[in-house]
């Protein structure tokens, strides 16, 4: 049988749902405490649903050979805290079944989701007419703007030979802008597929120059 615990990041089954890389447990949405052992052998039982996981696998798993603890007591303890968070009993088992001397096995039907994934940006078509503001790059307290195209591509063959010197002559001929980060631009064109664009300065030294930028160097599209 496959793992589900570990081909998805979040596990739901009846009003719970599970976080595997976050540790966390939802119920109805809202967050249960539930302590660290507690919530590994939790894990331990949703790798493999419907089989049983044997008292000898819980120690190996979370209790390696230099640990000195009880362990009869310590598991018998995280797996009643278990049962107490799902509300879950030992005689009519709803979600972790006891076999004696055996181990445990969850019984709950499960659901396996990913966790939701972040919400793509707009088109780039329709950042056209919009503002936004500069990213430098790293620390820099500058973004580094092209005036045109054919100052562009320059730029990026002298980037790609590391030739700061061709650089810094671009820079002292103005082709090359140095533009504080942060500084308001207007995006005026998108040029794909190589996610180029033009805008327009909106703030400081070099007001109402265009420049072109990547998509990257942009950030808090308003």
Known sequence: MSSPGRSSCVVRFDVFEVDLRAGEVY??????????????????????PGEVVTRQEF????????TFV?????LNTAIKKLRVALGDGKKKPRFVET???????????LEHTAPPSPQKPPAPSSWVGRCARLCADGKL????VSVDEEAAAEREKLEAASDDVGLSLLIASQKLLMVPDG?????????QPDSRCQVRI?????????????LKQLAELS
């Open 99 to 109: 076999l004696p001397k055996r181990g445990y096995r969850f019984i709950g039907k």
């Open 70 to 74: 009880d362990f009869e007591h310590s």
């Open 141 to 144: 307290s500058f973004a580094l």
């Open 202 to 214: 909106l703030e400081g030294e070099h007001y109402g120059k265009t420049a072109v930028v990547t």
């Open 183 to 191: 500084t308001p631009v207007r995006i005026l064109e998108i040029q």
């Open 27 to 48: 119920k109805a949405g809202r967050k249960i405490k539930l302590q660290v052992l507690p919530f590994q052998a939790l894990a331990m039982l949703l790798e493999r």
């Open 59 to 66: 120690e190996k798993r979370l209790w390696p050979g230099d």
